[in-house]
């Protein structure tokens, strides 16, 4: 079956630093998502993506973040000055179709450790 | 989304049934009912997702009473590894967000 993939598994940044979260989507699958779950607490929606743009964002997802599809494959998540509340695992979710009710499959995550 | 309430954790045996059961008393005419799995260090998991009345599939059956104010999970025979958090979610048809809300989840404990 196929699935999503993220890399690295974890990630250990100093503070101040930039970093970047990839993942490869499934490859027939139109609409890429990031959630977050800080330690502990509930998986948090960041970002869907379709056709190149932001289709929603979340509060959470402020100026020091991005999103990109730079090629047919790959699809990352920039942090551009990470603070040490960013820490958390990081999820990459596809689907073919973008309504709610359409599975998200989901990758196992990025840990980012800032220190 | 509608908003979904459910237990904050269940333990069961290996071998017993576990029905999970979660309020949805604001459900949306064309709200579908989505459940996930989630393992430890691992993402969230599709499980089960219906409308009405009764989905079963390889991993669980989903029971959903006429009124959709609420809806069941259930695993059958479950097994130490079955050990994991699930999500209730609602949602779906007149949004094209794509958005997952996800609460606090049940946490099944399977012991041996």
């Known amino acids: 079956e196929p699935e999503v993939t993220q890399t690295p598994s974890h990630q250990v940044t100093q503070m101040g630093q930039e970093v970047i979260l990839r993942c490869v989507p499934i490859?027939?699958?139109?609409?890429f998502y990031w959630y977050r779950q800080i330690l502990g607490q509930k998986v948090e929606f960041l970002v869907s993506?379709?056709?190149?743009?932001?289709?929603?964002k979340s509060e959470i997802f402020d100026d020091q973040f991005s999103v990109e599809r730079p090629d047919g494959s790959n699809f990352t998540l920039k942090i551009r000055s990470t603070k040490l509340e960013d820490s958390a695992m990081y999820f990459c979710?596809?689907?073919?179709?973008?309504?709610?009710?359409?599975?998200?499959?989901f990758g196992d995550g990025t840990r980012l450790s800032i220190l | 989304l509608a908003k979904t309430t459910q237990p904050i954790s269940m333990d069961s045996y290996e071998g017993q049934e576990v029905n999970i059961t979660c309020s949805h008393n604001?459900?949306?005419?064309?709200?579908?009912i989505t459940w996930y799995q989630q393992f430890p260090s691992q993402g969230p998991r599709f499980i089960i997702q219906?409308?009405?009345t009764k989905v079963t599939n390889e991993v669980a059956s989903l029971f959903i009473p006429a009124d959709r104010k609420s809806s069941t999970l259930s695993l059958p025979r479950v097994s130490l590894s079955d050990t994991a958090v699930y999500y209730c979610?609602?949602?779906?048809?007149?949004?094209?967000?794509?958005?997952?809300?996800f609460g606090q989840g049940t946490t099944l404990q399977v012991k041996p």
């Open positions: 979710a596809s689907s073919k179709l973008g309504q709610d009710n359409q599975p998200q499959h």
């Open positions: 490859s027939n699958h139109l609409y």
């Open positions: 993506f379709y056709n190149n743009e932001i289709s929603e």
């Open positions: 604001n459900i949306a005419t064309n709200d579908y």
């Open positions: 219906g409308y009405k």
């Open positions: 979610l609602v949602g779906g048809g007149s949004s094209n967000t794509g958005k997952l809300i």
